[in-house]
């Protein structure tokens, strides 16, 4: 019998975790392995060149725990790393492992969610300035408007725990306004970030109701799942214990706080350093 391993889940900091819940919700039988690098996040604000390091990192850590498949639950990893690294960096080190991101998923499906035909995006700095979602969308549906916004606050919000408070309204409301400002037409908003569900309550009092909010959580777990199908071979390396492993590059008792809110409140943390 062949020997089965974890699939990893890597995030630059809690955002991961929004798509972990789902995995966990449609494939409760396999064991994950979660890793935020939160004392390095945000990523959005970062070059390039220091994502596509950070990212490589993270994956090598996972690897090296045992996964031979990896998830970037990170839109701006994904935007920026994701396609150097399946390119270049995997046939050098393993290219029976793979590596998959949360874009492409998405981008497959926004076609059912919008009727008007203009999308809006929420998402970080890197992941606006990389283009991939125009990109990728324009590959399945070219007639699609699409609208970008970067929010540079969403994601600190979110890493401080400033989610709930008064002071998010203001900068959530503004983003929003500014965006269907700019595109009127806009009946669908994909959160490009995997932070943006923990502002979901937020997010839907400033969205008018005739808005589609598209959460990317749901839909990537849909997508894993056709994946094992579509390739049972790498679903047979996936071992199916049911068990769930959390790491942080950063203190335990922050993530300890956030993991809590979204999972059972037996589950344990460890701290680890990438380099």
Known sequence: MKQAFPIGVFDSG??????LKEFINSLPQYDYIYLGDNARAPYGPRSFDVVHKYTLQAIN????????????ACNTASAKALRTIQQVSLPQIDPNRRILGVIRPV????GSYTKSGHLGILGTEGTVQSGSYPIEISKFFPDVIVTQEA???WVPLVENHEHESDGADFFIKRHINHIL????????????????PLLINK??????????IISQGEIVAKSLADYFLRHPDKEAMCSKNEERHFYTTDRTTSFNRMTHLLFDSSITIEQVSLI
Not at 61 to 72: N, S
Request: glycine fraction near 6%; proline fraction near 6%.
């Open 203 to 212: 997010i839907r009092k400033y969205t008018p109701h005739h808005i589609t």
């Open 61 to 72: 850590w996972l690897f090296d725990k045992g996964c031979r498949i990896v998830i970037i």
């Open 107 to 110: 981008t497959e499906s926004v």
């Open 14 to 19: 809690f955002g991961g975790l929004t798509v």
């Open 181 to 196: 400002t700019v595109d009127p037409s806009i009946d669908a908003l994909i959160l490009a970030c995997t932070h943006y």
């Open 151 to 153: 929010c540079p606050i």
